[in-house]
């Protein structure tokens, strides 16, 4: 694959357009709050983050759109950690979902079967700084309204 096209499909996939902002409309105060505490220490990396969750959110938008009424939509996710911040995207998915209409029926928490990645990792790319992968996942549950 050549380097334009996979620019191109980095553009395309969810997350690939960084915004110039990290002020957005998605209503999430926990989103806001984690976006804040990353732009405190790297702008460009809480813009990358919000893109994530922009596009996540059109997902949704499409979701709601062709689900019947009282029929569900299921994310399985992770809470991540960027920047030293971790990520309530349990708690964000929830919102954006009930912004659309959604109505959250659960959040259930897991132990994440099989894992494969490492227990810790450098997220900061410092030697000798470690910090924990996730270890979790969230099944959050929303039932279109």
Request: charged share 25%; proline share 3%; aromatic share 6%.
């Amino acid at each position: 694959m050549a380097k334009d096209d996979e620019l191109q499909l980095d553009r395309q996939l969810i997350g690939g357009i960084v915004h110039s902002r990290i002020e957005n409309n998605l209503n999430s105060k926990s989103l806001t709050r984690a976006l804040n505490l990353i732009a405190e220490h790297d702008s460009k990396r809480a813009k990358e983050v919000l893109a994530f969750y922009i596009d996540l959110n059109k997902a949704m938008i499409q979701a709601y759109r062709i689900l019947k009424r009282y029929k569900y939509f299921c994310v399985v996710i992770g809470n991540r950690t960027v920047k030293k911040v971790k990520l309530p995207t349990d708690f964000i998915v929830s919102k954006l979902g009930e912004n659309l209409g959604f109505h959250t029926v659960d959040i259930i928490v897991r132990n994440i079967p099989n894992k494969r990645m490492p227990l810790k990792n450098s997220p900061t790319n410092i030697s000798g700084e470690t910090g924990k992968t996730m270890h979790k996942e969230s099944i959050v549950i929303l039932q279109k309204m």
